[in-house]
Structure formats: C-alpha cells, structure tokens
C-alpha cells in the first residue's frame, strides 16, 4: 500500500470543483481529479491525504460500499448529505473558505494516522524505506529484484553513488528475508583502520595482541541468523579481502589468535559506489572476490535520473521529520520544480539534509523558491514585493527628502530649496528627482541594476519598475 500525499477530487470539471481548487492550491496542497469511474483503480493500492468526492457524480448510497472496502481512506463530501459515519468524516459547503478547509483537512490527517495500522500490507511487500519511495522505471526494477532474491541465501553486491540509499535495499532484503527474525549488523569496511578489520569481523581471544584483555566476538558472530552488511566493500584491504574470500567460500571463519573454526551462518550483502572491474584491472581488487560478491547484484539509480520521484521523496521525508516531533514544511509547486532541476550530487541524503534543515528555518511553514538555498534556485522568480500606490510612493519621497537622519542632497538649479510665490508641481518634481537619483546610482555602479538598487535602498525588481514607468534604459 502506497502513501499518496495528494488530494484527490472525484467529479467533473465544472466551476464548483475550479472553486474548490484554486483554494487547496493556494493552501499549498496537490490535487488531481478523476472520473467516478477512474476511482476504483486509483484507491485499490494507494492512499491519499484524502478524497473529495462530487455527491452529483457518486450518489451516497453507491459511495458507502465504495467506502466499506478502504475504511483507512478519509472521505470529504462536496454537496448535500444526509448522515456522515465511517471513513465519510466531512462535509464541505459553499462558499468555501480558508476556516472550513483546513478544519476538514486535519480531521482528514487525524483519521489516516489512527487508521495507518489497519492498511492491509502483503506479507511479501517491500516495507518503503525513504529511498525506495517512487514511481520511476528504476527504482520500481530495484524493488522488484529486492523481492525477487529476499527469499534466498545469495549473496548480494549493491552499487550505486553515495547517497542512494545502498544501506536501504539491504534492510529490506534482510526484512523481507526468513532472517528478519535475526540481527541486522551494518559494517562499514572505509571507517574500520586496516589492522583492526580483522578483530572487527572475526572477533578475537584474550591476549592475542596488545590491549585484547579479553576475549570479544566480531560482526560475523554478531550477525548469526541474520544479515551482514559489508558496506564500502571496495575501501578493504587486499589481505582482508582474501580471508574474507574464505569466509564466503567455506562458510568458517576463526577468531584472530584463536584456533577453533566457527561456523558462519549469515547472509551477507556487500554495497559500493566504486567501479569493482576498473579496480581489479588496476590490481586493487581481487577478482575471485567479486564473482563471489557479484552474485546477485542490483543498482541503485542516482536521484538526478529519477527526478520525477522528488515530490513523493519529499512527502516521504517531511513525514518521517514530522513524525520525529521536529515540525513539518510544505513545499510549492514552484519550488518542487526547482528541486528537480538540481543535479543532487550527495542523492537521496542530500535531499534528507535539506528537508531537515528547511524544518528548522521555516517550521510549520510554506517553502517557495526565493526559500532555497541559492544552490537550488534552478527557476527564476522574482522575489515578491508588495504593490504601493503612487500616493505612499510620494509620502515616501517626501518624507525622505525632509528627513534630519539621511539628508538627500538636491542640486539647486533644478531643485528649489524654498517654495517660489508661484508653486510648483510636486509631482513632477518628485518624479524628476527620482529619475536623477537613479541615473545616478546607475553611472556610479556601471550600470548594473543590482548593485545600483542596493545603493537606493530598494529591491531590484522595484528599480526595474521605476525604469519601465520613466522609460530609462542601463544605457
């Protein structure tokens, strides 16, 4: 069963539903409408934030047994109803309204979490771990091989760049595996000092080397009915690499300074981002090791080659941040966008990193593009200003020119410094001032406009307006 934090709007295009949609949208949330006859294929494997369903389009005493069969999917009915109960939990009426919506919506989120641990799961269903979350070609393949090879003691070689969530595809073989009932012991073979893999994997006795006071089991007797996973697998040294061989060809190992063969009874899983064929055509790796390892392998897309899977990523982590109790962001359309356009170097982490770190900046809160970090601004938006009048604008001027704190120096040939008996026109000679400070400001900043508005003190979408109303040009 896939979590779709979608909404999904069950009727016919017709104003009330564009109403009805415009105002979600605005609330940041995504929604997708669908034809009563679409809604049994779409609720069979999927539940969404919640359903919205046209009474006009299903008539109430055909949605209750609909409802009956998906009891962990709230229901909000748009049109006259007679009696809620069940998974029907709302009712919305027109006009609709900010208030009325969110209220709904969180009844809706209320009743998914008391009803989560009552979605029928198959027993052979691959538990979503963050990375294994999508719907693109690839990552639905590693799925499928996970639960193709889970149910068997091969051995497995994951590859794939830093990031993608290597660590995840062995948990899950090992929780869909008759060893889930066993440890699962991570090993990470690049942190472990070279002298000291050896006593890490295979344990050691009392007295074998200095500082060994006792006796101490390795991961392979830590991992006894279960699953080791040897992660970095191309960072271990050669000598390493040939007991290691041993291990997984006669299934005995021996702890360092001991004489008694120890059976090992474990399933291991090896993962890494290095090319293990480069590395054993420059001697670096053992060949017999690798189709020893390289029994089974599966890789791991890069996030840059699924990009169509962040915004069921990012549902997927705000989640799992929220539920840790450290607050919940939400993020536009706009700002999903730009996310998919970043190359995501660090992957899959690097998308978790970022979620967490927008959680602390902006908790509870809506992230647009302008909220990115720089580096994953990839869609130029202008940063939002707030529309002033030409009366606040001439206030503002005035109130400049006047000011004791930062006098502005107005040559006297064009700008009286007394009123003349005549008068003036005000605001002519507001706007003639205004020209001649961003003329300015633009020659002492060669012409670039960004510089220039800081040195007015405004926004440079703001300077740019000025100059379309006065018809300037940088030149």
């Known amino acids: 069963m896939q979590t779709d934090q979608r909404i999904l709007l069950v009727g016919t295009q017709s104003e009330r539903i564009s109403r009805l949609s415009c105002i979600l949208e ?26 919205i369903v046209e009474t006009d389009a299903i008539p109430l005493d055909k949605l209750r047994p609909i409802a009956a069969q998906i009891p962990w999917q709230p229901i909000l009915l748009l049109g006259p109803v007679d009696a809620l109960g069940g998974s029907l939990i709302g009712q ?17 989120q209320v009743y998914g979490q008391a009803k989560r641990t009552e979605v029928p799961t198959s027993g052979n269903q691959t538990k979503l771990f963050r990375s294994l979350v999508g719907r693109s070609e690839g990552i639905a393949q590693v799925r499928h091989l996970i639960s ?29 595996s008759d060893r889930r009932d066993g440890p699962f012991i991570p090993v990470n073979c690049g942190a472990i000092p070279p002298e000291l893999l050896e006593s890490e994997l295979f344990g050691h ?8 006071i006792s006796s101490r089991k390795g991961r392979f007797e830590l991992a006894e009915g279960g699953t080791l996973f040897l992660d970095e697998i191309g960072d271990m040294p050669l000598q390493m690499q040939v007991k290691l061989l041993r291990v997984l060809q006669e299934r005995v190992f021996e702890r360092v300074g001991g004489s008694k063969p120890l059976q090992a009874n474990v399933r291991v899983v090896a993962a890494t981002h290095r090319n293990l064929e480069q590395m054993i055509e420059n001697n670096e790796f053992r060949e017999d090791l690798f ?4 029994v089974f392998p599966i890789e791991m897309p890069a996030l840059a080659e699924r990009s169509d899977d962040i915004p069921l990523l ?21 700002a999903i966008e730009s996310l998919k356009e970043h190359d995501w170097s660090g992957n899959v982490r690097e998308l978790s990193n970022l979620v967490e770190r927008l959680t602390i900046l902006y908790p509870g809160g809506l992230v647009d593009v302008n909220d990115l970090p720089m580096k994953y601004r990839h869609i130029d938006v202008p940063e939002y200003s707030v529309e002033v009048s030409e009366e606040m604008l001439e206030r503002d001027a005035l109130a400049s020119i006047f000011s004791d704190d930062e006098p502005v120096e107005i040559p006297e040939t064009r700008f009286p410094s007394e009123l003349p008996p005549e008068g003036v026109n005000l605001k002519d000679l507001l706007a003639e001032l205004e020209i001649d400070m961003i003329r300015q400001a633009l020659e002492q900043q060669d012409n670039v406009v960004a510089r220039a508005a800081e040195m007015l003190g405004i926004r440079r979408t703001t300077l740019v307006e000025k100059m379309r109303k006065y018809g300037m040009s940088k030149e």
């Open 26 to 51: 605005f609330l940041g949330e995504q929604l997708e409408l669908v034809s009563p006859v679409q809604l049994n294929e779409k609720v069979q494997n999927t539940r969404y934030r919640a359903l």
């Open 92 to 108: 919305l009426e027109e006009p609709f309204n900010y208030p009325q919506l969110t209220e709904m919506l969180h009844f809706c």
């Open 148 to 176: 193709q090879v889970a149910g068997s003691d091969a051995t497995v070689l994951v590859l794939g760049q830093s990031g993608t969530g290597k660590e995840v595809v062995a948990r899950n073989i090992h929780y869909l």
């Open 205 to 212: 006795e009392k007295g074998s080397f200095t500082g060994a």
């Open 291 to 294: 189709y020893r390892l390289n």
């Open 314 to 334: 990012l549902q997927e982590l705000v989640s799992r941040v929220f539920n840790e109790g450290r607050g919940k962001v939400r993020f536009t359309q706009r």
